[in-house]
């Protein structure tokens, strides 16, 4: 069920247990109920490997019903990512993707992997791996409107944080992560906290506390066999988005970490990408999770 970047953290965590009988709601097709869900979302995020091997995390965003099921295994997505997004280049042929579609209004998330291949209008993703995740550590947000994209910002690419970035990464109360396993197959999960918990050690180097979730560790458990991933950091009101690729390792000294963390991840940046009034869907002003430690 699990490979064995992810049986060595839920054994060193001492919840492998917990493991085998959360890891029992994975399914490979798609309930009744996951697909209604998937129906109802205006935006998910995908994370995927690009030619080079960089991981990269983005969002696809559309009217309600964009994505839907199609059969007992099949997603349909009726858009692709823009020019401007790495994933354009990630997901231009056959790639292993992750999905999650988070609904922050109720605190609702699930996740998909599978495989991704290129259809007229859009995705067709094929699942391998469909489960719900718990509400914790997802800040609440309503939708306040859905913007046309009629002139987004100028892309910024560099190897480092600017201003801006150090901005929106120290005001974020949540991101995105995009992790693969030693054979490529790709995860796309969220973390989320109070705004800092995402910390800036460095223009190039930033960290953060691992909280306790589903006790699966399929981010982590990617992260100890495959150190490359990709971040996803947005400005939910103005639609900025910051795309980063890199690499991360974990931190097992508690010195490293703050009070209510397992363990502390440190990313080392390789690129950035700043998309100004990318993100199609502007929310409202955050209620942080009540689970944040």
Known sequence: MFHSGERAVQQR?????????????IRAEIPAVAASFLAEQPMVVLGAADP???LWAGPLTGPVGFVHAVGA???????????????????AGDAAVGLIALQPQRRRRMRVNGTSAMRDGGLRI??????????????????????????????????ALGATAVEMIGAADAFFIATADADGHADASHRGGNPGFLQVLSPTRLRWPDY????????????????????????????????????AELVWD??????????????TVEEVIERPGALAVRWGPPELSPNNP
């Open 126 to 159: 094929t699942t391998e791996q469909v489960y719900a995740n718990c509400p914790k550590y997802i800040s609440r947000r309503q939708i306040r409107e859905v913007s046309a994209l009629d002139s987004p910002g100028p892309v910024r690419r560099g190897a």
């Open 13 to 25: 965590m001492g919840q492998a247990e917990v493991a085998v009988r959360v890891g029992r709601s």
């Open 52 to 54: 080079a091997g960089r």
């Open 212 to 247: 306790r979730g589903n006790s699966m560790f399929m981010t982590l458990g990617n992260l100890v066999v495959q150190p490359r991933c990709g971040l996803l950091v947005a400005d939910w009101s103005s639609g900025a988005l910051l795309q980063l690729t890199g690499r």
């Open 254 to 267: 508690s010195a490293a970490f703050t009070a209510g963390a397992q363990c502390a991840v440190d990313f």
């Open 73 to 91: 295994a099949t997603i349909d997505i009726d858009t692709r990512p823009d020019d401007a997004d790495p994933l354009s280049v990630a997901l």
